[in-house]
Structure formats: structure tokens, C-alpha cells
């Protein structure tokens, strides 16, 4: 029984993270296509560069409902433990990253981290904004934030879940600073673009 909660969590989970939100969102209000314009990621951060902060408002939400939901299903319908919800989580992250509708391409991540975070455990959530927070409030650099958010996960989850938790999020946390190796490579060079407030 439980090898085919498993399976279905697995199942359900990347269904569920596959869903190109950014692009049939775009699609739907007859916006440029996200992949065609700045980064050619799918997520919010460039969905703001389409000039509609609403539809990016709409994918972040939705995004991070793509980890919310999986999470919310693994503990409410197979009452699962914190190991195996964090493992819906770390599927839906791979379903976003590598979606089967884009033909393996997708977003970074981090959105699905955040709203899964929170559904998998209220205090990692609260790690995952304050990592965030600190980091972009010091560099204004979201995808330096980002990562801090995503390394903050399995250092958090050790200690407030169970080890095999941290571990499987660790995975996560892989997967998301990989999909940031452009990013960290324009770090390193002094060519990543900050986000700045309206005066700058």
C-alpha cells in the first residue's frame, strides 16, 4: 500500500508542477510569449518584463500553488509523512523545472519551493521568505535571494522535521540552484541586473 501511495504522490505531483502556467497564462491575455523575451524563463520575475504586473502577480500565485497542492494531497488524502510530502514537493519542482509541455524546459523553481515550503511546514516557509528577504533587501538580486531561500530549506527542515526530509529537499534545493548556473555565472562576472526601486 504504501510503495502505491508512492507512485500516485509521484504521479500526481508532476502532473500537477508540469503545467506551463507562465505561457497559458500568457497565451490568455494575449501576451508575448515569456520564452521569447529577457530571460526566456517561464516564471513571474520575467513575466514582469511582458508589462503586465497582474498575469505576473497570476503566475506566481499559480506556481506556487503547483507546490501547495501536491503537498496538501500527500498529507490529506495518503496522510503521509513529512518524507513523503516533502518528496511530492521535490516532484513537483522537477515537473515545473522540466516540463514535458515544453519539451523539458521550464521555470527555475522557486515559486513551487515557496508555496510547497509552506504547505509541507509553516516555519521552513517562514525561513524560505526571511533568507529571501534579507538577501535581496542587501544585494537586490532576486536570483541571489532566490538561491539563499532555496539553501535555507533543508538546513531548516533538519531541524524542525526529520532528516530524511532535509535530505529529500536538499534535492530540491539542487535542482533549483542548478537551474540558477546562468544567473550565478553573471554573479560571478558582475553582469547580473538588479532589481531596483522606481527612483533608480
Known amino acids: 500500500m504504501y ?32 520564452r521569447t523575451i529577457g530571460s526566456g524563463n517561464i516564471g513571474a520575475t520575467n513575466m514582469l518584463r511582458t508589462g503586465n504586473k497582474k ?15 501536491p503537498v496538501l494531497i500527500a498529507y490529506r488524502m495518503f496522510h503521509a509523512p513529512y518524507a513523503l510530502a516533502s518528496l511530492a514537493l521535490l516532484i513537483a519542482l522537477i515537473g515545473h523545472c522540466y516540463t514535458p509541455w515544453l519539451k523539458g524546459k521550464g521555470g527555475k523553481g522557486v515559486a513551487t519551493a515557496l508555496g510547497g515550503t509552506f504547505a509541507l511546514s509553516w516555519p521552513v516557509g517562514i525561513a524560505f521568505c526571511c533568507a529571501w528577504l534579507l538577501v535581496f533587501l542587501f544585494t537586490r538580486y532576486v536570483s541571489l535571494a532566490s538561491i539563499a531561500a532555496l539553501v535555507a530549506v533543508p538546513l531548516v527542515a533538519w ?29 560571478r562576472a558582475g553582469i547580473e541586473p538588479k532589481m531596483m526601486g522606481k527612483k533608480a
Do not use: Q, Y
Open 3 to 34: 510503495v502505491s501511495h508512492c507512485i500516485l504522490i509521484v504521479v500526481i505531483s508532476f502532473a500537477i508542477g508540469s503545467v506551463p502556467m507562465g505561457v497559458l497564462l500568457a497565451k490568455a491575455f494575449r501576451l508575448a510569449d515569456p
Open 55 to 69: 498575469v505576473a502577480l497570476l503566475t506566481l500565485l499559480f506556481d506556487a500553488l503547483k507546490g501547495v497542492v
Open 159 to 187: 531541524l524542525r522535521l526529520d532528516l530524511d526530509s532535509a535530505i529529500i529537499l536538499a534535492g530540491a534545493t539542487a535542482i533549483g540552484i542548478w537551474r540558477h548556473r546562468e544567473n550565478l555565472k553573471r554573479l
